[in-house]
């Protein structure tokens, strides 16, 4: 509805910024597609386009949210509603004045992703777009992280930061950039674009199959790929132009909305669909509980149905899983129906079902 709502773990609600002025301008003219957390700023991408910074404080005891920039571009499409958003990562030790007791200083540029086929760098300094990325169709989904050797070199560059795009159209698309004073990017530039592969049995792919949800992880190499087809696809970072070496097709017909690292990071995630599934999926590794499985098999942890049935007639929509953010026990889910649902998480090779 255009509001932005912070809440403790405990499940207690803590503070809701409505407005973005003494004015009570709602922060977006229609709904909230996407959010994202760094340091002590929330980023908003909402379907009138706007992209908003908001900072949370913690003043006497209580939590504000404060609005920092409403962010738009100056020229855009009639239909270009911000599909996604996201921050980078930052260094433990980078700094800033809200370092203390070494906490991550707050980002200072984003980017956000368009129904116009655009993916926009943001300085969260000016709250003005310095960068515009063109891209085939909608863009869904974005991942960012940063890439130290020897993977940088893999990559035919050096230490930088790298943006990973996914468009409707069932593409992704890997950009580059270097980091002025270790934070702010000076450009990015292309790397590799591909069209992520069709699961036999599922969607034909093009239009229909797009790449909704994205995960990155610098680290162990790993690009994760969701798509409409509810199919999921495991990359090497460093090999975009080869085929995936894993594929796991989710035994639900929605589509993978939401996908989310827990744990150890490039290891085990979680994956919401359409149909209220939300699945946990690790990759199975050499020396695990689950070496009888070839390295790079998705092997399923466990299943959780966390959306309802709006109505008892058979077929009828559930409460898609939209959003999911993980701790190292549960994972946060957000439902198309407005609920908030929490799951634990299963540890690698202990469960085979949990429930919310």
Known sequence: QGS???????????????????????LHGAEIHSVAMGGSLVL????????????????????????????RPRARPVEDEAMCVAL??????????????????????????????????????????????????????????????????????REGVYLLSGSFDGRCTLWRSDLEDDRSPTGFAKLHSFAVATVPG????????????????????????????????????SKLDAAPFATGVQSTDGGACALSWYGDAGRAFLAGSEDGVCKSWELAEPGTRRRNQPPGALVCLGVAQVGEEVGEEKGEEKGEVLAIACTAASGICGLADGRVVEVAVPQHGSVRQYTP
């Open 88 to 157: 980078p990562p930052e260094p433990p030790d980078a700094g800033g004045d809200n370092n203390a007791g070494g906490r991550a200083a707050d980002p200072v540029w984003a980017a956000s992703g368009s129904q116009g086929g655009a993916v926009r760098v943001w300085s969260l300094q000016s709250g003005s777009a310095v960068q515009s990325l063109p891209h085939s169709h909608w863009v869904m989904a974005l991942a960012i992280e940063r890439a130290l050797p020897p993977l940088s070199g893999a990559l035919g560059g």
């Open 44 to 71: 908003s991408g909402g379907a009138d386009g706007v992209v908003s910074a908001i900072r949370l404080a913690v003043e006497d005891g209580c939590a504000h949210l404060y609005a920092l920039h409403t962010m």
């Open 202 to 237: 599922a969607s034909s792919g093009g239009e229909g199959d797009g790449v909704l949800s994205l995960l990155l992880s610098a680290s162990r190499d790993l690009v994760v790929a969701g798509r409409n087809s509810g199919a999921i696809h495991l990359y090497a970072l």
């Open 4 to 26: 932005a709502s912070g809440w403790e773990l405990t499940g207690s609600y803590i503070a809701c910024r409505p407005s973005s002025g003494a004015a009570g301008e709602p």
